[in-house]
């Protein structure tokens, strides 16, 4: 280990052991009388674990068949046997059964009464936008993923909803920006690309208690970088969560989709609405690639977290850095709040070049396993400039990132041949160590 921020290295094997609170990972927390599609406690799971949630949660075998996996249910239209009565399904954008499946499985996960399925995190989360009303105000962090942030600006403000761009971590200054008309406050934690942290509980009792103004918003949590393996919003307070499962749900860089879920069965409905009447809904063979990844989520997301502490721990000690980003480094301004509200820190680790732009531009044009491209969560590494790809749309905004940003998905190759490989690429903008 290397540093006064050293972070377990991955040999160690990262999360298994100590560190971390419980934090309600395993039981307990679920709502129970649900019985629509995308509920997952008609299945009887609240007691079991994570893993075995992922595996079963509403995918018992086909009773028809046998079949251990749900079926691709491909039809678009559904027979009915007198009009108006149906089996479940009429019309494959209202509910399909491969839809309603990763619903419920990832309903399961996040410890929600319901869940809901999206073609990309983006229309996951102009559904949840739709909440609003013209003259409603919302706060979105400093430092949100830039296209959440044009979503809301962009499309939201000439529609007539404000927003307003807050340091999430900064309590006062959330209270300070809360208005009588705030309906919504919206959370990433950790965020992207510069991985802080909100403490969830804390914001969920200022946004909850109105301490300002005297009446309650919705907290919304992007769970997106941390997955409900690592945190699970809803238990801490959150309303609603939302995430782009073209990250770690999916995890294979094969599928663009979005999910939504909340415990609170009437929001539900009032999302399900938006779902349905505008139609982002993600085809059946996405859903099933999301089911598909959302299995192994757990075991993705251990070599994840080991692989990213070990590369924290190398750009620390590397020269040519100049500030490493990651929540598992004990000198993370969050890293306390990420010890005790998630399993582990994570995949996602971002760092500053004392060497600016043109030094992150050459590391990023010199990695070879680190594949040069914008997404993440999947199983490879991928290594990209938010400046100039994922956060170019935020370039002239109040969210705009340091030219000499570098964001790094850390996937899960092996460990050592990870660090050899940036180590060459940052030996050539700062001499070897
Ligand atoms: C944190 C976060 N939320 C939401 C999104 C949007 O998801 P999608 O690209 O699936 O629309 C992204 C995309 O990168 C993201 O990183």
Redesign the pocket.
């Known amino acids: 280990m290397t540093g006064p921020g050293a972070t377990s290295g991955f040999e160690s094997g990262g999360f298994e052991s100590g560190g971390f609170e419980s934090g309600g990972f395993e039981s307990g927390g679920f709502e129970s009388g649900c019985f629509e599609s995308g509920c997952f406690d008609r299945w009887g799971l609240e007691g079991w674990g994570f893993e075995t949630r992922a595996i079963h949660a509403g995918q018992e075998p086909d009773r028809v068949t046998g079949a251990v996996l749900p079926p691709l249910s491909l039809a678009t239209t559904y027979a009915q046997d007198a009009v108006g009565a149906h089996r479940g399904y009429e019309y494959s954008r209202s509910a399909n059964p491969t839809r309603a499946t990763l619903e419920t499985a990832l309903a399961a996960l996040e410890g929600a009464r319901r869940g809901l399925a999206f073609a990309?995190?983006?229309?996951?989360?102009d559904a949840v936008l739709h909440l609003l009303r013209p003259g409603d105000h919302l706060l979105v962090p400093r430092d949100?993923?830039?296209?959440?942030y044009r979503l809301v600006d962009r499309v939201w403000g000439p529609l007539g909803v404000a927003h307003t761009p807050v340091d999430l971590a900064d309590l006062d200054a959330v209270r300070a920006a809360l208005r009588p008309s705030t309906r919504m406050v919206w959370a990433?934690t950790p965020?992207?690309p510069l991985l802080n942290i909100v403490d969830i509980a804390a914001l969920a009792e200022v946004v909850h208690g109105g301490v300002v103004h005297g009446q309650g918003a919705l907290l919304v949590v992007?769970n997106?970088?941390a997955t409900p393996y690592l945190q699970r919003p809803l238990a801490l307070g959150a309303d609603i969560v939302?995430?782009?499962?073209?990250?770690y749900l999916g995890g294979h860089s094969d599928v663009?989709?979005?999910f939504v879920a909340t415990r609170d069965g009437a929001r539900a409905d009032e999302i399900a609405f938006f779902q349905n009447a505008i139609g982002a809904v993600p085809s059946p063979f996405d859903c099933y690639l999301v089911l598909r990844g959302a299995k192994t989520l757990a075991v993705r997301m251990d070599r994840h977290c080991g692989n990213a502490a070990a590369v924290a721990d190398r750009l620390a000690s590397h020269p040519a850095v100049g500030r490493v980003l990651y929540p598992g480094l004990a000198t993370h301004p969050g890293h306390q709040v990420a010890a005790r509200q998630m399993r582990g820190f994570g995949g996602m680790v971002s760092f500053v070049l004392r060497g600016g732009e043109t030094a992150a531009l050459e590391v990023a044009r010199s990695t070879e396993l680190f594949t040069l491209a914008?997404?993440?969560?999947a199983v490879e590494s991928l290594i990209e400039h938010p400046h100039r790809m994922?956060h170019s749309s935020v370039a002239d905004s109040p969210l705009a990132v340091d030219p000499g940003l570098l964001r790094l998905s850390v996937g899960i190759e092996t460990g050592a041949d990870l660090l050899a490989d940036l180590t060459q690429a940052l030996d050539r903008v700062g001499g070897p160590r």
């Open positions: 990309s995190g983006l229309g996951a989360e949100a993923y830039g296209g959440t990433e965020s992207n992007d997106t970088f939302v995430h782009s499962t073209t990250k663009v989709g979005g914008e997404s993440l969560g994922t």
